[in-house]
């Protein structure tokens, strides 16, 4: 499978721990988006990778939220302290630059339940 | 920064009708309109798109079509089938709100097409 891909699927955690979120997109793909998605919602963004650089960060996304994507490869995003707020589907996204660099393409996603 | 509505919230239709769902923006500096479906459970899947520079887009049974002026899109499906039936989410991108990467997402339209 050449496509974004994200582990785990699926995270059960209790409040106040933390949690650290993988993403690897598709191959050669430069550009790398982080997305949040709640029930009956579009997906939110959170922030985005250009290579290895962290380019822009959504207000969205508080001190507890870190991410990183230190060989311009995969990426993971940690959430520390959880709370049940945080209870979402995230999303990963990426995109090729030398291509266009517009068109975004989707991993599965990996659902957090906050208990 | 950037704000997408979109019309109707959910929309329910014959096999073979056509569905039509619009969505404004608000920042004329958006230059990039792209759509994703969204099966239950499932990741969202680009499925058109449209830039700035053309105003409409066709692709078999589905067209977009882009009114900069009025700072609108519409997506198109015509002779809708039952697997069309899922959740559409329509995105704006490009320069506008600060931002060169980052699509802001509409709230979806939930599509059923009835057999």
């Known amino acids: 499978d050449t496509g974004v891909s994200q582990d785990p699927r699926h995270k059960i955690t209790k409040r106040g721990q933390n949690v650290t979120f993988r993403c690897d997109p598709i191959s050669e793909h430069n550009r790398l988006y982080w997305y949040r998605q709640t029930l009956g919602q579009g997906p939110e963004f959170l922030t985005y990778f250009q290579n290895e650089a962290q380019l822009e960060k959504s207000r969205l996304l508080s001190d507890r939220f870190s991410a990183e994507r230190p060989k311009g490869s995969f990426s993971t995003l940690e959430i520390q302290r959880t709370e049940q707020g945080d209870s979402a589907m995230y999303l990963c996204a990426s995109s090729s630059l030398v291509a266009g660099g517009r068109e975004q393409y989707f991993g599965p996603g990996t659902r957090l339940t906050v208990t | 920064g950037e704000n997408v509505e979109q019309h109707p919230s959910t929309l329910s239709v014959q096999e073979g009708d056509s569905a039509v769902i619009k969505c404004t923006y608000s920042d004329s500096a958006s230059n990039y309109f792209p759509w994703y479906k969204q099966e239950l459970g499932k990741r969202p899947q680009l499925i058109i798109d449209?830039?700035?520079?053309?105003g409409e887009k066709k692709d078999q049974r589905i067209a977009v079509t882009l009114n900069k002026t009025a700072k609108h899109f519409s997506l198109h499906i015509t002779e809708t089938q039952p697997e069309d039936s899922a959740v559409y989410f329509c995105a704006a991108g490009g320069s506008g709100g600060g931002s060169q990467g980052n699509l802001i997402f509409g709230k979806g339209t939930k599509l059923s097409v009835k057999p």
């Open positions: 449209i830039r700035s520079n053309v």
